[in-house]
């Protein structure tokens, strides 16, 4: 018998709430991620349960026990439940009626198993009670210990059902596969249904992309996605070929994993278009395009030294030769204030001819590496003047 061992299982506010609902003859059971993480040793971050009881029959239950109830999804059967500061969503068993690709009709079930069947993925459909114990209804088990992704059942009835499986199969392979072990049935499957997914909206297809590009190494995904036709219909053009010497200069200096570093190794005709990036990401990933052989020094002062170090690691994937000091150049960079101020050429130069000298001293200084006096940058912005 397996059991987790896992420090949410003794948290005080869920094991009020699944004393409640078994208090009531009702299973209440820890289901997928949390049970998945918990077992591969792994963070979790939200703890989901499922249960027999209706959603009406969890709110009244919740309500008599004084907890706040919301509906959050109270169409598909989930409520959310509030117990000591803490937020759990509470699903109720369900089984597919229909489904177009994109959304389900569901009716509630009693049945576990039933339950389980309709999930994307054996390891993601394990469910464990209050006192650790695992329930494997699907074989979930067996791959998990092997880091092997699998559709529940037929992969093209699960993919038929939702064609955002596609990219779901190629993300959490990344996170939790083995490289190199892919499902070959799954990959078969997925290549024939790729042209489904011009069903999905480019916001879900986004979600998906910034969480697989966000694992420590998504390399084999990328590459699996784009022997399957998924890569170029969901990021026209881009092209995976500097990401592993990205992810390798990543690791030699310690920097945490960037999806949008990533997305900017990647490339593509139109990211912003087909990810529906932020205005915020777009700004980010053109500066990143923008800047491509600006001056580390020049892009730490103008940008930051977070965005210096991220072009600093795209041209290492690229095969450029940096500085030994380079690091040290950002650093300094980064925290390097113009001495010059507008103050100290008025009232010689004034109006627009001020914001010009002031523009050219400080390009100078940059230019110098920072070194310029004062004094030599008030000459500089005077010159640029004609003033002497």
Known sequence: MTRIKADFLRDPGLQRIMAMLEGAGHQALVVGGAVRNALMGQAVSDVDLASDARPEQVAALAHAAGLRVIPTGIDHGTVTVLSDDAAYEITTFRRDVDTDGRHAS??????????????????NALYARADGTVLDPVGGLPDLRARRLRFVGDPRVRIAEDYLRILRFFR???????????????????????????????????????KLLSAPDPCDALALMKGCGVLAQVLPGADAALLPA???????????????????????????????????????????????????????????????????????????????????????AGTARFPLQAADLMPAITGPALGHALRAAEDHWIDGGFRASREELATVARKAQGKE
């Open 246 to 332: 990205l992810i390798a200069a990543e690791r030699r200096f310690a920097e945490a994993p960037d999806w949008l570093l990533r997305l900017a190794a990647l490339g593509g005709e139109d990211p912003r278009r087909d990810l529906r990036l932020s205005n915020a990401e777009d700004h980010e990933l053109r500066a990143l395009q923008q800047h491509a052989g600006t001056p580390l020094h020049a892009a730490a002062y103008r940008l930051g030294p977070h965005m210096a170090r991220r072009l600093a690691l795209l041209r290492l994937a690229g095969g450029a030769q940096l500085p030994d000091d380079w690091e040290t150049t950002i650093a300094r």
């Open 106 to 123: 569901v009716a509630y079930s009693t049945d576990m198993a039933e339950d389980a069947r309709r999930r994307d993925f054996t390891m």
């Open 172 to 210: 959490f392979h990344a996170w939790y596969g083995t490289p190199g072990k892919a499902d070959r049935q799954a990959l078969a499957a997925i290549a024939d249904l790729t042209p489904g997914m011009a069903r999905l909206s480019r916001e879900r297809i986004g979600a998906e992309m910034r």
